[in-house]
C-alpha cells in the first residue's frame, strides 16, 4: 500500500531531551491580578521566567526554543497594553541581545513585523546579523505572529516561485516558504496558565507535536515546572500513525 503524501510519516528518532521546544507564554496578567497588581506587573515579571528557560534549555541540549510573544490577534487589546509591551519588547531586545550572543544563542524573529514602529524592527534585524553564525541554541520568539497568516504567506510565495503545477505541490513545497523552515517540527509544546487551546500558535508545525498543558502561570514557570515538562515528554509513546508494537519492534 502506498505511504500516502504526509511527511508526517518520517519518524525522528526518539530522543530522552526534546529537540525542539515551543512555548505559549500564558497567564501574565493573572499572575499580576492575583497579587493585586497591573497586567503590566505580569508582563515585566514574564520576562524573568522567558531568561530561565533560556538558560535551562542551553543546559540541556535543546537546540531550538521557540517562545510566543504576541500573537496577531493580541493587537485587540487595550491600546495601553499593546504599547507597553511593545516598549518591554523593545527594552529587552535591546539589553539582552549581547548576553544572548555571548552564550552562543542565534535570535530569530518570526511573524508580520512590518507592523512594528521602526525602532524594534532595527533591534531585530541587528540581533539576528550579530547572532546568525550562533549555534548553541536557536531561540525564535513569534511576534505579531499567528499560524494562519504563516500558512498564507507561504502558499503566496510557493505560488510566485514554484515552476510546477499546483497539482504538483507537495508538503514540502510549502514548508520551505514557512517562517521557520529552518528549524525542525518542535517535539514538546507547553501552554501555561490553564487554556487548553492552540490560539493560532505553529499551525502546520505542531500536526505531530506532543502537548503538554499547566495550570502554572507564565511569570511562575520556572525551572523544576520545565522539568516537569520534559518529564512528562520522556514518557509518551510517538507513534506518527503507527501502532504502538512497531514502535517497540
Ligand atoms: C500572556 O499572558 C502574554 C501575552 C499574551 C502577551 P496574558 O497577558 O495573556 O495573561 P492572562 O491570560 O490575561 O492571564
Ligand atoms: C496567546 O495568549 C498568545 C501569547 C501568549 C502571545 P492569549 O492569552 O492571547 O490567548 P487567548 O486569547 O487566551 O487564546
Ligand atoms: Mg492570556
Not at 540541556?60 to 493587537?75: G, H, M, P, Q
Request: aromatic share 10%; glycine share 6%; proline share 5%.
Amino acid at each position: 500500500m502506498s505511504q500516502g503524501t504526509s511527511v508526517a510519516r518520517d519518524m525522528p528518532e526518539p530522543e530522552p531531551v526534546p529537540k525542539h521546544i515551543a512555548i505559549i507564554m500564558d497567564g501574565n496578567g493573572r499572575w499580576a491580578r492575583k497579587r493585586l497588581m497591573p497586567r503590566m506587573a505580569g508582563h515585566k515579571q514574564g520576562i524573568e521566567a522567558v531568561r530561565s528557560i533560556i538558560k535551562a534549555c542551553s543546559e540541556r541540549d535543546v537546540k531550538y526554543l521557540t517562545l510566543f510573544a504576541f500573537s496577531s490577534e493580541n493587537w485587540r487589546r487595550p491600546a495601553e497594553e499593546v504599547t507597553f509591551l511593545m516598549q518591554l519588547f523593545a527594552g529587552a531586545l535591546e539589553q539582552e541581545m549581547d548576553k544572548l550572543h555571548e552564550n552562543g544563542i542565534c535570535f530569530k524573529v518570526i511573524g508580520d513585523i512590518t507592523r512594528f514602529e521602526p525602532r524594534i524592527i532595527e533591534f531585530i534585524q541587528q540581533g539576528e546579523r550579530l547572532t546568525a553564525n550562533n549555534s548553541r541554541l536557536t531561540l525564535t520568539i513569534a511576534a505579531n505572529y499567528g499560524g494562519r497568516w504563516d500558512i498564507l504567506q507561504a502558499m503566496r510565495k510557493m505560488i510566485e516561485k514554484s515552476p510546477v503545477m499546483p497539482a504538483q505541490f507537495k508538503e514540502a513545497d510549502l514548508e520551505r516558504y514557512l517562517s521557520m523552515h529552518y528549524a525542525p517540527e518542535p517535539d514538546l509544546f507547553i501552554r501555561t496558565g490553564g487554556e487548553y487551546r492552540i490560539s493560532n500558535f505553529l499551525l502546520w508545525q505542531l500536526a505531530y507535536t506532543e502537548l503538554y498543558f499547566t495550570d502554572t502561570l507564565w511569570p511562575d514557570f520556572n525551572e523544576r515546572e520545565f522539568e516537569l515538562a520534559i518529564q512528562s515528554y520522556r514518557v509518551r509513546e510517538r507513534r506518527f500513525g503507527r501502532t504502538s508494537e512497531q514502535i517497540q519492534q
